[in-house]
């Protein structure tokens, strides 16, 4: 099963609603290149909603990482919505946690970034 993208925008916030996997390969460069397309548009507020991933592995974790770094060098800021436990217990095992702004509310979390 591959992942799957829609992409929204909500007071200036782009929300991805990923569903799927984020592993090496496909999911992993799906997350990359629609992160590099909304940074090419001038969309620097994204917010990644994890809810529907049933899976990630260490490549996808590492692209995450690999995003948010991409977004905050482009001068923007990128947050994750609704982890799942396994989600959020990979980042914290890797000592990820900390370096994301992980929020489990939407509405909380568009009205988090810098306006």
């Known amino acids: 099963?591959?992942?799957?993208?829609?992409?929204?925008?909500?007071?200036?916030v782009t929300i991805l609603d990923l569903s799927g996997r984020i592993t090496l390969g496909e999911g992993s460069v799906t997350v990359r290149d629609t992160v590099r397309d909304l940074l090419a548009k001038g969309q620097k507020q994204i917010l990644l909603n994890l809810a529907d991933i049933n899976y990630i592995d260490s490549s996808g974790i590492g692209e995450l990482v690999s995003a948010f770094t991409t977004v905050k060098n482009a001068g923007g800021e990128l947050k994750l919505l609704n982890l799942t436990k396994k989600v959020q217990d990979l980042l914290q095992i890797t000592k990820l946690y900390t370096v994301f702004d992980v929020r489990d509310d939407e509405a909380t979390a568009v009205s988090s970034f810098t306006k």
């Open 1 to 12: 099963m591959s992942m799957k993208v829609s992409t929204r925008q909500v007071d200036g």
